[in-house]
């Protein structure tokens, strides 16, 4: 296996807008959503922050690498995916008058932040997303050392998680990554 550089950081956290202000311990107790300059407003209608979250990340990311935005693959990671849109989903389903928003239905999907991302910066490169629980980051950083050794160039690998919404929160929670 070839050796693997890491050119490129990213953090988004409430409280923290970037990597820059976590390391230096500047918190802003505004910052509890952010921007996706990655992806234009118009496709952004109806996304959670969870899905902004990781096009916002690995936008930091690649302009921090001197990456190129439109060309580079791309690895989406999360323990549950978009897991509070779908419990909203469901409880339509189960409790509301079972009519789905198709809004809502498509930004559903564990892949959402994945196409939204790559229509954004129009990229027709590759791009997956998986979920491995516990193990997300690892299966992630093997997926993009997978994609490096058989096709080259440069991977961006954007891994989140936000809170468990109720009534998961009570079988494992943990703070949003």
């Known amino acids: 296996m070839k050796p693997v550089h890491v050119t490129g950081l990213a953090l988004w956290s409430p409280g923290?807008?970037?990597?820059?202000?976590?390391?230096?311990?500047?918190?802003?107790?505004?910052?509890?959503?952010?921007?996706?300059?990655?992806?234009?407003?118009?496709?952004?209608?109806?996304?959670?922050?969870?899905?902004?979250?990781?096009?916002?990340?690995?936008?930091?990311?690649?302009?921090?690498?001197?990456?190129?935005?439109?060309?580079?693959?791309?690895?989406?990671?999360?323990?549950?995916?978009?897991?509070?849109?779908?419990?909203?989903?469901?409880?339509?389903?189960?409790?509301?008058?079972?009519?789905?928003?198709?809004?809502?239905?498509?930004n559903s999907v564990h892949n959402a932040a994945s196409g939204l991302c790559s229509i954004g910066q129009g990229n027709q490169s590759f791009s997956t997303a998986l979920a491995a629980g516990r193990r997300t980051f690892e299966a992630s950083m093997l997926e993009a050392m997978a994609l490096l050794e058989e096709r080259g160039g440069a991977v961006v690998v954007s891994v989140a998680d936000d809170v468990l919404p109720e009534p998961l929160v009570k079988l494992e929670g943990w703070e949003a990554l």
């Open 16 to 106: 923290f807008a970037s990597l820059g202000a976590w390391a230096r311990g500047e918190a802003d107790p505004s910052v509890n959503d952010c921007t996706c300059a990655w992806v234009p407003q118009r496709l952004l209608r109806g996304a959670s922050r969870f899905t902004r979250l990781f096009g916002e990340v690995a936008d930091q990311a690649v302009r921090h690498a001197g990456g190129a935005p439109k060309t580079i693959a791309t690895v989406y990671g999360s323990d549950y995916g978009e897991i509070e849109t779908m419990l909203v989903l469901l409880d339509t389903i189960f409790r509301g008058d079972g009519q789905l928003s198709p809004m809502r239905f498509k």
